[in-house]
């Protein structure tokens, strides 16, 4: 699939009905996320000189709070990281292809704002257009987080896409994506439009191996102090498992956890 041969409105309007009929509303982080964000963003630990230490900001005592740490998430659906940042005082922001999910991530976190979980300033969400430049200057935001999402387009829109995220974000990034092993064929490493009336219908899924991450980060290199990329490879019982995605392999699934520090 070439990125001529996509059609970039019909890519939108797949996610607005996905979106309207229920996928993807889950309102909590993956672990993965939480992992990120605990062991860089809010991490906290005592220092030699007595007091706390934040990661990302030099957060010596838990007077120092509120924090002033800014996190976008990008391709965020219905609101989820974005909350959870909302939740640990950040300043988050949720840029999305998708105006039923703006919608609703919209509609969920008034909710936190209105009980007074959340800051109503720290609940940021921006529709965007496919390809079109993050609206925001270079290293704007402390971190961002990319979860399912660089494997939710063509192979084009991605290295566009992550180009935008490297180049708005100041220090650390979290991104995971598809890996071939959940393919039906067990392996297979492209793009492919999901045909199943179901879950995702009409979007495109991206696939992943190793090498096509490498490729993707390879132009950045340069910039980047510390990379980690984790596989995680799940085999399920055929019994237990429901084919939810055309193409999804409902033995194995794989999917790459890529942390990254930026210099
Ligand atoms: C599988 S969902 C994941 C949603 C969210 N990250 C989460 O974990 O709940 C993929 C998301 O990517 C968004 N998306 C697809 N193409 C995009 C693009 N070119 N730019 C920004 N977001 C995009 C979709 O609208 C959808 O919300």
């Known amino acids: 699939m070439t990125e001529q041969t996509v059609d970039y409105e019909k890519e939108e309007h797949a996610w607005d009905k996905s979106y309207s009929r229920g996928d993807n509303n889950i309102l909590y982080p993956k672990d993965e996320v939480l992992r990120f964000m605990s062991k860089y963003i809010i991490k906290r630990t005592h220092s030699l000189y007595g007091g706390m ?15 002033d740490i800014k996190g976008l998430d990008f391709g965020c659906g219905i609101g989820r990281n974005v909350i959870y940042m909302g939740e640990l005082g950040i300043k988050g922001y ?14 969920f976190s008034s909710s936190f704002v209105q009980k007074d979980l959340i800051e109503a300033d720290n609940v ?9 430049e993050i609206p925001f200057r270079n290293s704007y935001f402390d971190f961002s987080v990319c979860d399912g999402v660089l494997d939710s387009m063509s192979h084009e829109m991605t290295k566009q896409c992550f180009g935008e995220i490297f180049r708005v974000t100041d220090r650390y990034i979290y991104f995971s994506v ?76 794989s999917r790459f956890h890529v942390t990254i520090e930026k210099y």
């Open 178 to 253: 598809i890996g071939s092993e959940s393919h039906t064929s067990g392996n297979f490493v492209g793009e492919e439009v999901v045909t199943t009336p179901q879950h995702e219908e009409n979007t495109i899924q991206n696939y992943f191996d190793i090498d096509k991450i490498n490729d993707l980060l390879s132009p950045y290199r340069q910039n980047i102090m510390e990379l980690h990329i984790q596989k995680e490879t799940k085999e399920y019982a055929k019994q237990e498992v429901e084919t939810v995605v055309s193409g999804f392999n409902p033995n194995k699934h």
């Open 94 to 107: 949720g840029i999305d292809v998708s105006s039923t999910a703006i919608a609703l991530a919209n509609s």
């Open 124 to 132: 940021n969400f921006l529709k965007m257009n496919p390809g079109e």
């Open 53 to 67: 230490q934040n990661t990302v900001l030099n957060i010596k005592s838990p007077d120092d709070f509120p924090l």
